[in-house]
């Protein structure tokens, strides 16, 4: 099946740095790769669809110039939070989506803690 | 917005038979989801089932669609300890947008 791995799997950085995330497809080319966040007990809330050499497209509430999107390749995406704060910690998870079956697979996901 | 809704909390004797229910609201959806996740995990597709269909079984899984009804079950044949986690059903729209269930808490008491 279709593996979407995702680097760090674990983050704690201090108020005020930045922090990227990585998220990769190993075994197939993912046009479009989707970002959400996760808070505690919650459903997932997409942050932004981003696809291979365009623009990421963001979701209405979330702050492009605060949560960077770079889909420079097929395989590679990431999400860069600038200037986080503590209300930043969260639970993020990429998916890459295939077109067949048009589904998204989903990587481990990315525990970040802001101090 | 898409609403997709879910109960929050199923509770099963091992051995028993689970049932997730899922409710969304556009007619329009593609394809539906199940999907797992464990804590502290990432989400593992579990199976799908295109909007054509009424059924779809893959080994202890069994989903089910009522499109008129736009209500979509998982159920879990022989439910073992290690299916305790949280299930999300998800729709696609067209639009290619992904909207998910708050998820239901499976617990599987021994």
């Known amino acids: 099946g279709a593996v979407v791995s995702q680097h760090p799997s674990r983050v704690i950085c201090k108020s005020g740095t930045s922090v990227k995330i990585e998220c990769r497809s190993l075994d197939f080319q993912a046009t479009t790769m989707f970002w959400y966040r996760q808070f505690p007990k919650k459903s997932l809330m997409l942050m932004a669809t981003?696809?291979?050499?365009?623009?990421?497209?963001?979701e209405q509430g979330v702050e492009k110039d605060k949560f960077l999107i770079n889909h420079a390749s097929l395989t590679l995406s990431t999400l860069t939070v600038t200037s986080a704060h503590p209300e930043d910690s969260s639970f993020y998870i990429c998916?890459?989506?295939?077109?067949?079956?048009?589904?998204?697979?989903f990587g481990p996901g990315t525990r970040l803690t802001v101090l | 917005g898409e609403d997709v809704e879910q109960s929050l909390f199923l509770s099963v004797r091992e051995g028993d038979s689970s049932v997730i229910n899922c409710t969304y609201t556009d007619s329009s959806s593609t394809y539906l989801y199940w999907y797992k996740q464990e804590p502290g995990a990432g989400l593992q597709l579990l199976t799908y089932i295109f909007s054509n269909m009424d059924m779809k079984q893959d080994q202890r899984l069994t989903v089910l669609l009522n499109k008129k009804d736009k209500h979509l079950s998982l159920r879990i044949a022989d439910t073992q300890t290690g299916d305790s986690a949280i299930y999300f059903c998800a729709e696609r729209t067209g639009f290619n947008k992904f909207y998910f269930g708050s998820g239901t808490k499976l617990n599987v008491k021994p």
């Open positions: 981003s696809n291979e050499g365009s623009k990421a497209t963001y």
């Open positions: 998916s890459a989506s295939t077109p067949e079956p048009d589904t998204q697979y």
